[in-house]
């Protein structure tokens, strides 16, 4: 016992402090509640499936016929009296059982593609979580070295230039704007640590940092159509779709089935004491006599035509999610070659302004130009972080772990 007991524990920590995205991904699938539950539920289904296909339990029946109040245990004063056994059985005269049963298939079908959409949702979840502390990672190495540059000493760097030797207003709003630096630094690593809970949410695993990234994929300079292929081909929420219309066209198949009834037969052995024994033998049949079934018929035809529609629709907006993120990136591709541009600019003059520094330069302006390269880092960090992003909503889309 304290064997499995170190076991289990040696495998807990092998999954806290090795935390590349992939083991990640795995072991939260392996964990997953809602994963479990709908095994579970596929298991269920299976059982199900078999007891469609059996036929109605037989009736048994025992009694007394025509009991009379003054001799209740005679069964000889009246020729009707006696005492009997029986055995009804329901016989299906059409393949609904058959049918049935294949209706439960699709619905086991149903529940695997389910589990296939939660793993890729997992691994999306997963993948997000470590592309937003990736992101605040470089968000925190941007700022601090932004605040190492503020925090060097002042009067050195007052000292270096021949103008601005007594700018104590400059001193203060360098101070300022550091504090405003730090605020952003510990919203980075807030960020971090909701990363690190989202984790533990999605897989049962605490994390204690995260030491991968996610390469992305370069979707836009892709093709198209191998996309939409790949959509079409491996995609569990569309697959989702296409089993829900088996269901429901099964369902069609049954309400058929169901117009031709079921035949009963009963059969019964009645024993009188002074008279004859006697085996009776009967056949019901019901009369559809109100047009239920053909309602019922109708409503499932109405039933698989909306399944059609949300098969289509599901088909249209995984298609078109795809086209706008695709678009999205593009945009964003071009927005981040704009600010490279200007990025480049910006080291130039910041390299012009430090050595002009020691001959009567701008103080002002030089903290300002690397205010502006910082401004600039960030806000390529954050276009990165919007590209990983959708990336890892293209890949959700594709159907991939």
Known sequence: ??????????????????????????????????????????????????????????????????????????????????????????????????????????????????????????AFGVRKAFIDASNAQKTLDILDEYIGFLNTPMNLLINLSAVERDSVEKYIKTQLLQKLYQLQRENALQRQKIAKEKIELIGNLKIDNFSDKVSLHRYEQQNLEGLLDKIREQSPELAMATALKEVANRAVELAREKEQADIIVTGGYYQRFDRNDYISFAVSYPLYTHGKQERQKVQAMKRANIQNITYRQAKVQLEQGLKISLHELKALYQELEILEQSRVKILKLIANAKSELTTGGSLVHYYELFSQKTNNALTMNKKYLSIALIENRITQLLGEI
């Open 1 to 122: 016992m304290n064997l499995k007991i170190i076991s289990l524990s040696l495998f807990s920590t092998l999954y806290l402090y090795s935390q590349t995205l992939q083991e990640t991904i795995d072991y939260s699938i392996k964990n997953n509640y809602q994963l479990q539950i709908l095994e579970e539920e596929s298991s269920i289904i299976s059982e199900q499936k078999a007891i469609e296909g059996l036929w109605a339990d037989p009736v048994l029946k025992v009694g007394i016929n025509d009991i009379q109040a003054d001799h209740p245990l005679s069964r000889n004063i009246e020729a009707m009296q006696n005492q009997f056994v029986s055995v009804s059985q329901s016989i299906p005269l059409s393949n609904r059982l058959e049918v049935a049963s294949e209706i439960e298939e699709e619905k086991r079908k149903v529940v695997n593609q389910k589990v296939e959409a939660l793993k890729v949702n997992i």
